[in-house]
Each structure stands twice: as structure tokens, then as C-alpha cells.
């Protein structure tokens, strides 16, 4: 059974929250706008509660990118939008560089990058915090009931129990809301265990 | 012989506080210091002492970093303030500087937290 100290806990909810708090100025720049942020959520569950959990917010059929990163720890990360919102989101990103008829064509691949940003900018400064090497794969892009992703990525191990660290932001000006969440299985977290308390260490 | 200077630091992770305060204490190791993990206990536990400086995070349960900053002001109009967040967007920085605290980003580093609180002594002297 996975069990963290509080210490543990409190970093790994910190490092999300510096992480985010990147992130969130990489997004603010793309779309010319303040990101408002909510404190992180640190939680082991299984996959199942953890879909459960974001589907009560509303989100039934949501648009996201997610990466795969590897390293000393490993695991995934996934930006989340409501499905609608996340067309919103894209276009206001760019607009300004395309043609509104070559629009449908670029959402995809603007939204792919928008997730890419932002995820690496997460992991990436986790990573130097914990002076770790961590790679990410290449983004993936996902459309449909939250339900059928979160399973579909994993569906053999839908039960087991999974780190689960959650920030959710809002663009007020444009009343879209979204989240980024990392799922980190039980070996991922040991490792991550021990490059938080090397990182503690020096504290 | 002068009063001891007095630290608050607020913030809702005990590891960002640990860190603060072991670089505050490693420059002034006679500073009291105090610390708070939400807006309201802040409130509560200053109500009563002077504070001269104070670290405050921005994205903490409840009251909120810069909402604290001002409340705080009230009771404590000299001290010398610097928002400590993870939140590095411009928009919170002019926020800040709008509200006369300093901006500190997150990870906190000593290099940071001594310039500010030689900022501190500067306008001090």
C-alpha cells in the first residue's frame, strides 16, 4: 500500500503547484490573458475514481492532450478541457496567424501544441527542481467521454491505485475552465519517493 | 538595545515555510520568526505582536495572498512584504507592485529572500 508522509505529500503538491504556476505564465501569453489558478489536489485513488471525480465537474465529453514522461519517475500527464470550451480556447490562440476557413484544419494541431507547451513546462520545472532528467513523448490528442480515455489509455488496470495531483485554472475573460492532472502508478511513485527526499534532504 | 525583528511567513505548503525560513534564520539567526499555513491564522497570530517583515504565499486555501497583504497592512502599515508565489504571471507582479509588496517567484532561492530583506534594511537606514 502506498503511504506518503505529510512531508512528502506537502512537496509533491508544492512541486505541482511551482509547476502549474509556469504553465499557467506560457498560457497566459498565448492567449493575452491572466490564468486563474486553484490550489493543487494530491490524492491516491484508483483510475476509475479518479475518472469519476472529473466527471463531476461537468466535464462529460472533453477535449486533451496527454504526454507520457519518463525518467527517474514516470507516469502521465494530461491537459483537460470541456470539449466545447477547448475550440474556444484554440481559437483565441490563432486567430491572429490563420485564415478563419484553414481554421478546422489547424484546431487539432493548435491544441496539441498549446498541451504540449504547458505539460512540458509542468514537468519540465518539476524536474529541474528535483535536478532529474525526465522526457516526455510526443502529445497525444483525445476527444470523447472522459470515461473512454481515462479507461482507454489504461483499460487493464483501471482498479489499481494511482497518484493523482490536480490543478484546475480558469480564463475568466473568456469563462473557460480546464486542468492539468498527473497519474502515477505504484513503482513511479516509490521512485519519485526517493527524488523527493534527496530533494528534501538538502532542505 | 533594539526590539527583535519579528517574521510572519504564510504559506499553505510546510515545505516552501521550511525553506524560507532556514534561509531567514541562516542570515539572521536572532530574528523571530513566525509561521502561518492559511490567511487566517496569520490574521490571528499577529493581531497582537509588531511584525517588520513578512513572506506571503498567493494561492493558499481561503484568503488569498495579496487579499492578506492588504489586511495586513492595516495592522502593520511599516512591514516590509513580498509575495512568494508560484503564480510568475505579469498580471500578478503589477498586482503586487500596485499593492506595495514585493514579488518574489517561486522556487524560492536564498539569493531572492536576501535581496529582499536587503531591500528591507535599505529603506530602513
Same mark, same amino acid.
Given at each position: 500500500?502506498?503511504?506518503?508522509?505529510?512531508?512528502?505529500?506537502?512537496?509533491?503538491?508544492?512541486?505541482?503547484?511551482?509547476?502549474?504556476?509556469?504553465?499557467?505564465?506560457?498560457?497566459?501569453?498565448?492567449?493575452?490573458?491572466? =490564468?486563474?489558478?486553484?490550489?493543487?489536489? =494530491?490524492?491516491?485513488?484508483?483510475?476509475?475514481?479518479?475518472?469519476?471525480?472529473?466527471? /463531476?465537474?461537468?466535464?462529460?465529453?472533453?477535449?486533451?492532450?496527454?504526454?507520457?514522461?519518463?525518467?527517474?519517475?514516470?507516469?502521465?500527464?494530461?491537459? =483537460?478541457?470541456?470539449?466545447?470550451?477547448?475550440?474556444?480556447? =484554440?481559437?483565441?490562440?490563432?486567430?491572429?496567424?490563420?485564415?478563419?476557413?484553414?481554421?478546422? /484544419?489547424?484546431?487539432?494541431?493548435?491544441?496539441?501544441?498549446?498541451?504540449?507547451?504547458?505539460?512540458?513546462?509542468?514537468?519540465?520545472?518539476?524536474?529541474?527542481?528535483?535536478?532529474?532528467?525526465?522526457?516526455?513523448?510526443?502529445?497525444?490528442?483525445?476527444?470523447?467521454?472522459?470515461?473512454?480515455?481515462?479507461?482507454?489509455?489504461?483499460?487493464?488496470?483501471?482498479?489499481?491505485?494511482?497518484?493523482?495531483?490536480?490543478?484546475?485554472?480558469?480564463?475568466? /475573460?473568456?469563462?473557460?475552465?480546464?486542468?492539468?492532472?498527473?497519474?502515477?502508478?505504484?513503482?513511479?511513485?516509490?521512485?519519485?519517493?526517493?527524488?523527493?527526499? /534527496?530533494?528534501?534532504?538538502?532542505? | 538595545? @533594539?526590539?527583535?525583528?519579528?517574521?510572519?511567513?504564510?504559506?499553505?505548503?510546510?515545505?516552501?515555510?521550511?525553506?524560507?525560513?532556514?534561509?531567514?534564520? #541562516? @542570515?539572521?539567526?536572532?530574528?523571530?520568526?513566525?509561521?502561518?499555513? #492559511?490567511?487566517?491564522? @496569520?490574521?490571528?497570530?499577529?493581531?497582537?505582536?509588531?511584525?517588520?517583515?513578512?513572506?506571503?504565499?498567493? #494561492?493558499?486555501?481561503?484568503?488569498?495572498?495579496?487579499?492578506?497583504?492588504?489586511?495586513?497592512?492595516?495592522?502593520?502599515?511599516?512591514?516590509?512584504?513580498?509575495?512568494?508565489?508560484? #503564480?510568475?504571471?505579469?498580471?500578478?507582479?503589477?498586482? @503586487?507592485?500596485?499593492?506595495?509588496?514585493?514579488?518574489?517567484?517561486?522556487?524560492?532561492?536564498?539569493?531572492?529572500?536576501?535581496?529582499?530583506?536587503?531591500?528591507?534594511?535599505?529603506?530602513?537606514?
Amino acid at each position: 500500500m502506498i503511504s506518503l508522509t505529510e512531508l512528502q505529500r506537502d512537496a509533491f503538491t508544492e512541486l505541482l503547484n511551482i509547476g502549474m504556476g509556469r504553465a499557467a505564465a506560457a498560457l497566459s501569453e498565448m492567449v493575452s490573458e491572466e =490564468v486563474m489558478l486553484s490550489v493543487p489536489f =494530491v490524492d491516491f485513488m484508483s483510475r476509475h475514481d479518479a475518472s469519476a471525480l472529473i466527471q /463531476e465537474k461537468g466535464s462529460e465529453r472533453i477535449m486533451a492532450v496527454s504526454q507520457a514522461f519518463s525518467g527517474l519517475f514516470w507516469g502521465d500527464t494530461m491537459l =483537460v478541457f470541456p470539449e466545447t470550451k477547448s475550440l474556444e480556447l =484554440v481559437r483565441s490562440f490563432i486567430q491572429e496567424s490563420f485564415p478563419l476557413e484553414d481554421m478546422t /484544419e489547424m484546431e487539432q494541431e493548435a491544441f496539441m501544441e498549446i498541451g504540449n507547451i504547458i505539460l512540458n513546462s509542468c514537468i519540465g520545472s518539476i524536474a529541474n527542481m528535483l535536478h532529474q532528467e525526465v522526457s516526455s513523448s510526443l502529445p497525444s490528442l483525445w476527444r470523447g467521454a472522459c470515461t473512454d480515455i481515462l479507461g482507454g489509455q489504461h483499460a487493464s488496470d483501471t482498479d489499481d491505485v494511482v497518484m493523482f495531483l490536480r490543478m484546475d485554472f480558469s480564463l475568466q /475573460e473568456r469563462s473557460i475552465d480546464g486542468y492539468v492532472m498527473f497519474i502515477i502508478d505504484g513503482n513511479a511513485i516509490a521512485a519519485l519517493q526517493a527524488s523527493i527526499d /534527496e530533494f528534501l534532504s538538502h532542505v | 538595545m @533594539a526590539a527583535v525583528t519579528t517574521v510572519l511567513i504564510v504559506d499553505d505548503s510546510r515545505l516552501s515555510r521550511m525553506m524560507i525560513r532556514t534561509f531567514i534564520s #541562516n @542570515a539572521h539567526p536572532d530574528w523571530s520568526i513566525v509561521e502561518a499555513s #492559511n490567511g487566517q491564522e @496569520a490574521l490571528e497570530k499577529t493581531a497582537a505582536c509588531p511584525v517588520h517583515v513578512m513572506t506571503i504565499d498567493l #494561492n493558499m486555501p481561503g484568503i488569498d495572498g495579496l487579499t492578506l497583504a492588504t489586511q495586513l497592512r492595516e495592522h502593520h502599515p511599516t512591514a516590509h512584504m513580498s509575495l512568494i508565489t508560484a #503564480n510568475i504571471q505579469d498580471s500578478v507582479r503589477q498586482r @503586487a507592485a500596485a499593492a506595495g509588496v514585493r514579488f518574489i517567484p517561486k522556487p524560492v532561492t536564498e539569493e531572492h529572500i536576501l535581496a529582499f530583506l536587503a531591500g528591507m534594511e535599505t529603506r530602513h537606514d
